[in-house]
């Protein structure tokens, strides 16, 4: 889920903004360029949570198919 904000954020520019807008630029621009920290920290918790999420999921797919997993 995470793509890396640096490289996003540093090529996006007023022409390509509607196009390059992901997650964390569109977090960073809100959240915290505009001042709405608890936008931020809800948006920051909810992409948490689905990573956990996934992580599990992947989990149990690779100990029903192989006999290697996380834990």
């Given amino acids: 889920m995470s793509v890396g904000f640096e490289k996003v ?3 996006q520019n007023q ?3 509607s196009s390059s807008e992901i997650i964390s630029t569109y977090v960073y621009r809100v959240g915290l360029v505009g001042t709405q920290y608890s936008f931020s920290t809800a948006v920051g918790l909810f992409n948490s ?22 834990w």
């Fill in 9 to 11: 954020f540093l090529m």
């Fill in 15 to 17: 022409l390509n903004l």
């Fill in 49 to 70: 949570v689905v990573n956990l999420i996934l992580i599990f999921i992947v989990n149990k797919t690779a100990q029903k198919i192989g006999e290697t997993s996380l």
